[in-house]
């Protein structure tokens, strides 16, 4: 995809009031459903990829693999012929002194890249390592040099900045979007500890975008990593900064949510008795009435799925009447209403798993379809008359 043409489409959702999204990606699936999702370009960067190993995206910066190599060859096999019609941007190592970049980048284009964006790059990088590695001529110059062959080769161009100056010298060199780099992501199992606040976050994406504005107003401006890992934290960043476009996120796409689902989802296995989903699935896609009726069948999808969220909406729509209608028909025959049945339901199962299982209560929560554990336990003493700590040390005989 051409320069120009990516140029027209990401300023096109800009007119349109709408936030420009870039989903950097370790694999093929990835790019295959954030594109699926509306991501608006994909990067392809090493720490990606050592994301999809299980390890932190700090690995991107141990000598672990030739970053251009690895980039290069999964990026070529899985991402590429997978995903089309939309921008592929590679994460060059600009400071690579196994490559000639100018010859490199040729190399980028020809195998179907749409431009490049500097990472790994060497402003996530203080102190003495820094000033060493400055000292041997790796630097955030060498990045600066590649933004700017790239751009006079015609590729589009994403600059991870980390202050003004820099800022402004990737402005010089054609950079096509600025994208403040908050730092490496923070939450989940494998997060960075330590990140800027929110509020640090706001106040340095405000500064450089700033200078932007004052040299090209027109620059996409983008935020990266940090402190910004849910739609949460980007709404605020949005709330508080009338120059942010959009929005790159890494692990907050790939790492934590699968981090999250995964464990959950192993968990409800592991506790769970047998479940026969699939029969159920095929009386619902068969049709509801020519099984059960209308309450047996909200009974046994609660059976099935009180771990996840449920929607009684969403069972009004598959059994094909209205919600008030459903509602009124369960209140009848139940005795309460949905909600309520709900929670009870959540809470005897709770209790079943404390019968049975020597678990952990901060994980017990999630088992039952609660991800927050204070209206867990909350729900379970109204149903339960104790906490649930409570009930698990009488039945310990504490």
Wanted: hydrophobic letters at 40%.
């Amino acid at each position: 995809m051409s320069r120009v043409k990516i140029l027209e489409n990401l300023h096109s959702q800009i007119d349109k009031g709408n936030h420009i999204i870039g989903v950097a990606a370790g694999s093929g699936m990835t790019a295959k459903f954030a594109k699926q999702g509306g991501a608006d370009f994909i990067l392809v960067l090493n720490s990606g990829r050592f994301r999809q190993m299980g390890r932190s995206s700090l690995a991107g910066y141990l000598p672990f693999e030739n970053s251009n190599n690895m980039v290069m060859d999964f990026a070529s096999k899985e991402i590429i012929p997978l995903v089309k019609d939309i921008p592929i941007i590679f994460g060059i190592n600009a400071t690579d002194p196994t490559k000639d970049m100018d010859a490199y980048i040729d190399k980028i284009k020809e195998k179907g890249f749409s431009g490049i964006n500097n990472y790994p790059t060497v402003g996530l990088i203080d102190g003495q390592f820094r000033d060493a590695l400055e000292t041997e001529g790796s630097t955030y110059l060498n990045e600066l040099a590649a933004i700017r062959t790239a751009h006079r080769k015609d590729m589009f161009t994403i600059a991870f900045v980390f202050n003004e100056i820099q800022a402004e010298q990737m402005l010089e060199a054609g950079a096509d979007v600025i994208c403040v780099h908050l730092g490496l992501t923070g939450g989940g199992l494998l997060g960075a500890k330590k990140v800027f606040s929110l509020e640090a976050a706001k106040v340095m994406a405000n500064q450089i975008f700033k200078k932007c504005n004052e040299i090209r107003p027109e620059v996409i401006k983008l935020i990266y990593g940090g402190p910004v890992k849910t739609p949460i934290d980007v709404q605020y960043m949005y709330g508080n900064n009338a120059n942010l476009m959009g929005y790159i996120g890494g692990s907050a796409f790939e790492r934590i949510p699968t981090e999250k689902f995964i464990t959950n989802i192993t968990k409800a296995f592991k506790v769970s008795g047998k479940l026969d989903e699939d029969d159920l699935l095929v009386k619902m896609l068969d049709g509801i009435t020519k099984h059960y009726d209308y309450v047996e069948f909200v009974k046994k999808y609660v059976s099935a799925h009180y771990m996840n969220e449920i929607l009684f909406m969403d069972l009004a729509k598959v059994a094909h009447v209205s919600r008030s209608y459903l509602s009124s028909l369960f209140k009848k025959e139940v005795g309460c209403s949905f909600p309520e049945y709900l929670v009870k339901f959540r809470m005897d199962k709770a209790t079943e798993i404390l019968d049975r299982e020597n678990i952990q209560l901060s994980e017990l929560s999630s088992l039952v379809g609660y991800q927050d554990y204070a209206q867990f336990s909350k729900m379970f003493k109204k149903y339960k008359g104790c906490t649930p700590k409570q009930y698990k040390q009488k039945k310990q005989g504490k």
